[in-house]
Each structure stands twice: as C-alpha cells, then as structure tokens.
C-alpha cells in the first residue's frame, strides 16, 4: 500500500494501453493523477493473457502508440504480428521511457466506487484497503478482461490441474501430459497448435466452430521497420482514416460484380496474404447475406483442403452464422493441427458434454474421456463485465451493476452513463472499441476525454454526465447501425452481444460504424458545448 496522498484529480483504473496514455497525457496537462491497476505490472490484458501462441492479430507497428515520434522511432517490432511478451516488453518500456510507474499503484484492484454529490467527487476502495477520492473516475478497464464464469457441468469434481488461458502459469511444464481444451474462439485457436506441440495427447472441446483466417506471421524483412519509420506519421494518421484503425486495402467491389473466377481468385490472394486483411475482400462481406455467403463457401473449401479427415473437417465449418458475426478468429496453423495423430477434436454439439468426473468427463450416452489437464479458453465476460463486478454506487444511491444488468449498459457516445456523474469509460460498451485497431480507438478516447477535462477545468464546470434521453438515443443509434450489418446475425452466441454470458441483458455493445463516423459524433458533441451531457 502507498503512502501517498489519495486525493486526486483523476482515479484512472487500470495500466493497459488506454491507462498509461490517460496518465501520461492527463499528467501533462497538469492534472493530479493515479491509476489503480490490479496486477504487479503494466500491460493489462496483455500482461494477463500469457498462454502460449498469444499473439495480437493487429500487425506491431500499428498495434502501438502514435502519440511521440521519438517513442515509434526508437521501438523495434521483430514480428508482423506481435507476440504477448513484445507487447508487454513494448508497455513496460512505455510506463519507463514516461516515468509512468510513480504514479501507478500496482496489485490495487478497485473493488467499489460512490458519488459523493456534495463534495462532488469519487471515492474509490481498492481489494487492499487504498482508498482514492478524486473529481474524475476513468475506466480504462478494458472490454475483454474478465474471464465468464466457469459453466461446465460437474466442474468440482475434476482432480487434475485446471489452467485458464487469462492467468497462464509462468512455470507450467506440460511435456508428455494428456490434456483437454474447451474454447474454440481466438484464444482456443491460438493455444491449441502452440499446445500441440508441447503435449503428449490434446482433445480440443468443441461448441462452436469459427471461422479462422492464417495470420502469415513472419519476421519483419530487412529494411521493412526503416520503411514504416520513415513515413510513420503518415501511416498513423491513415490508421485514422479508416473505420477500422488500421488501414487496410479494402477491395471497393461488391461480391458479385465479379465473375466466379475473380472472386474466388480475390478471396486465395487474401488467403495467402493472410490477417484482417482477408475481410476487406469485397465491400459487401458484411452487409449482403449471398456476398458472406461466398466467403463462408471458400473458407469451407479452405479447411477440406487443409483437414485430412473429411468428418474432421465438417465439424470444423461454421455453418450458422455470418462470417464476421462471431468474431473472426487469426491464427496460425489451425486446421493444419488437426492433422496431427496426437490432436483430436470432439465436437459437444454433437454429443454433449454430460458431467466432469474426477479424471475427466463423461459424454451424454456414456462416452468418457481421461485426462490430467484441463486448458479452458472459454471466454469473458465482454465490455461490461470488469464494471458490473465492481460496486459502483453513483448520483441518488443508482448501482451501475444493478442497472446494467436489468437494462443493459446505456451511455451516451459510449463515454458515460447517467446517474454518474464524471465517471468516464475508455474504449469500451458503445465505442468502435473492438471493431477497431483497439490502440487507434483508445487514443481518440484518451484525446477526446483530454479536451474535455480541460475545457471543464477552463469553463469552472465541476461536473458531467449523459443526458437519459441522448444515452437513450445513442443506444438505438448503436443498434440500428449494427442492424444494418451482418454483425448481429445467426446462431453465433457471439460476445459482442453479450449472448456468451447466461443471463445477460442481450444488446449489441460495439458501435459499428467505425472510428471515423464516431469521431464526428464526437466533435459534433464537443462544438455543440458538449450535447448529450449535463455539464455543471
Ligand atoms: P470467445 O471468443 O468467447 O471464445 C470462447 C470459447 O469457449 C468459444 O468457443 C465457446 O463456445 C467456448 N465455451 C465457453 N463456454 C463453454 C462451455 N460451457 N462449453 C463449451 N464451450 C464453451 O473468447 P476468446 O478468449 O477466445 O476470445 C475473446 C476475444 O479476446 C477475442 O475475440 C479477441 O478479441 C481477444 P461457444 O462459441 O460459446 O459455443
């Protein structure tokens, strides 16, 4: 625990990438900060996630900072994309480089935070007893951050080791071990060919099948860093021009404007090119039903041509959702992994998981299957998940988790919630957040949230907060345009909606119109005296 004074101008939560740019930016413009972060170190979800083959499908020189020239002249990415340990190496830097650390208390998780209306300002409990009071309370909790809660029938029983792909041992020796992995989504599809390698025999529990793109990870060629750092500014600044953070060299013809043989040509070259850069195919994967269609049929053709079993490969189709509507999953050697005599896939759809036992589970109609370790991958509890755990109390005694969970998350532009007050969020519920390179987005959060606070501080405005009927309206707005997608479509049980967590209020969360439109929305905003918030 600190000794330091816990009064503050700003109780920033969390050291990922949104919470050191918050500390460094907000620090500079002259405000009292502290950031809380649960962990002993920076990072945040990078610092967590662990597990072998963690990988960022964002290439590492756009997944990092554009905010200091000399900070991108002087960071060498050896990768395309980046593996967890160059992130966190990358962070860790950061927090040095700035002099970030003396204002972050680590191993400080917040448990719970209450408005105080008269003093208007927040104060905040940590798990070790710190306590803050603050005028501004920032959530740089991160969307993907909390692990769901393990549902697995008969779990208690089972003897053998249980490891969680979010809080990955540093010293697990797996050589020879039989083992079990539930969880087929980015993580599932990252840690099942590292695990591969390292095990014995691996059953992958499958649910749902995903569509899964190679990453074509590599070395960075010689002279290739020099190029980007020669023109890195300019790079950035079209990773902000285009709605996904990230530019990429979207195709800008429909599905079927073009002959069978270009499209299909189209989709190979992308396949072989590897990344996200496979969705921007054809303009309209993601609106029109028959143009995913097609890119659903080829990547189908994709894994008959990788899986050596023809059964194999058939579970491994997705076949009821959009390409796109469950997150699209970049890894590396996937299907080749089913390939391998040691790897085999159950599929639970097909035959349901009946109950854990103390050496493994048993399936319904009495199959069982042995083994000493199980790997769970199954997923978070997504965007609002690391608030709603926390207790917080705003203005008239409102409870943020309560509220949530009936009615689901409102805010407005994704930045605040009524009821309380200077209580901001950072790329989270209603921001192009995981829609978007998540570093681009979270710079034009910390950038807008700068402003703000500076103009409340040269206004003498002490406090802010949505407006009910634009929080409204911006939830119907963040609706109708994922409506206008594919996104929200089929059986996906996707995260974006919350559809992954029993019982969760069921809306979708990310905003989809990418970071372009919502910066409008944001500047529009701010011109207008900042409408859609109560200012005082
Ligand atoms: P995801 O994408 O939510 O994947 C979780 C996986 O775990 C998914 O395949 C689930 O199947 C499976 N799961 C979860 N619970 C169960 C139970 N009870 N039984 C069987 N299978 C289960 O999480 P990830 O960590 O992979 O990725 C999250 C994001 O983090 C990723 O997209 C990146 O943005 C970073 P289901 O699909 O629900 O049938």
């Known amino acids: 625990m600190t000794s330091r004074p816990a009064e503050v101008d700003v109780l920033v939560v969390g050291a990922g990438f949104a919470g050191l740019y918050l500390l460094h930016q907000l620090r500079k413009d002259g405000f009292d900060v502290r950031v809380a972060e649960a962990a002993p170190e920076v990072g945040g979800t990078w610092y967590w996630n662990r597990y072998p083959g963690a990988r960022c499908d964002v290439e590492s020189v756009d997944y ?30 950061v927090a040095d480089r700035f002099d ?51 549902d697995l029938p008969g779990i208690e029983r089972f003897q053998g080791e249980v490891l ?34 390292l095990v014995g025999d691996l059953t992958v529990v499958q649910r749902t099948p995903n569509f899964v793109i190679p990453t074509r990870n590599r070395p960075l060629a010689d002279g290739e860093l020099d190029a980007v750092k020669a023109e890195y500014a300019a790079r950035r600044a079209r990773n902000r021009a285009h709605p996904a953070g990230v530019f990429r060299s979207d195709n800008p013809k429909l599905a079927y ?35 995913n269609d097609s890119v659903c049929s080829f990547v189908h053709e994709k894994i008959d041509e990788i899986v050596a079993d023809p059964k194999v490969a058939d579970r491994l189709k997705p076949t009821t959702y959009p390409l796109g509507a469950k997150r699209p999953v970049v890894a590396t050697d996937y299907y080749e992994t089913f390939n391998k005599p040691n790897v085999h896939l159950l599929d639970v759809r097909e035959t349901p998981l009946d109950t854990f036992t103390e050496d493994g589970f048993s399936l319904v109609g009495g199959e069982s299957h042995e083994f000493d370790t199980l790997v769970l991958a199954t997923g978070f509890d997504s965007f609002t998940g690391a608030l709603t755990k926390m207790d917080i109390r705003g203005r008239d005694g409102r409870h943020l988790g ?12 994704g930045l605040s919630a009524a009821g309380f007050p200077n209580m901001l969020l950072v790329a ?3 921001s ?38 634009a929080q409204e309206q911006w939830v119907e707005t963040v609706e109708a345009i994922a409506n206008t997608t594919l996104w929200p479509n089929g059986d996906s049980g996707s995260w974006y909606r919350g559809a992954n967590v029993t019982g969760k209020p069921q809306l979708f969360m990310p905003y989809a119109a990418g970071i372009v439109e919502y910066g409008k929305a944001l500047e529009a905003s701010r011109s207008d005296d900042y409408a859609g918030f109560q200012l005082a």
């Open 402 to 413: 309560e509220l949530w969970g009936s009615e689901g998350p409102k805010t407005h532009l």
């Open 257 to 291: 404007e073009v002959d069978d043989q270009e499209r299909h040509d189209t989709y190979q070259e992308r396949w072989e090119g590897g990344g996200i850069n496979f969705l921007g195919a054809f303009a309209d994967l993601m609106v029109d039903q028959k143009a």
């Open 428 to 430: 989270n519920v209603g």
């Open 432 to 469: 192009p957040s995981v829609l978007a390179n998540m570093v681009t987005a979270i710079e034009q959060h910390v950038e807008w949230i700068a402003r703000l606070l500076g103009d409340m501080r040269e206004s003498g405005r002490r406090t802010i907060e949505a407006e009910v009927a």
């Open 64 to 93: 990092s900072y554009g905010w200091d020239e000399h900070l991108q002249q002087e960071w060498n990415w050896s990768e395309r994309y980046p593996a967890q340990g160059d992130i966190l190496a990358y962070l860790k830097h």
């Open 100 to 150: 970030l650390r003396k204002d972050i208390d680590f191993d400080t998780r917040i448990t719970a935070a209450t408005w105080d209306a008269d003093a208007a300002r927040w104060t905040a409990t940590a798990e070790n007893g710190q306590e803050y009071r603050a005028q501004y309370l920032l959530m740089a909790v991160g969307c993907l951050s909390v692990p769901k809660e393990i």
């Open 164 to 197: 969680r792909t979010y809080d990955w041992p540093a010293d697990v020796d797996l050589a020879g071990r039989k083992v079990a992995v539930v969880g087929t989504g980015s993580t599932g599809a990252q840690v099942v060919p590292a695990l591969a390698e």
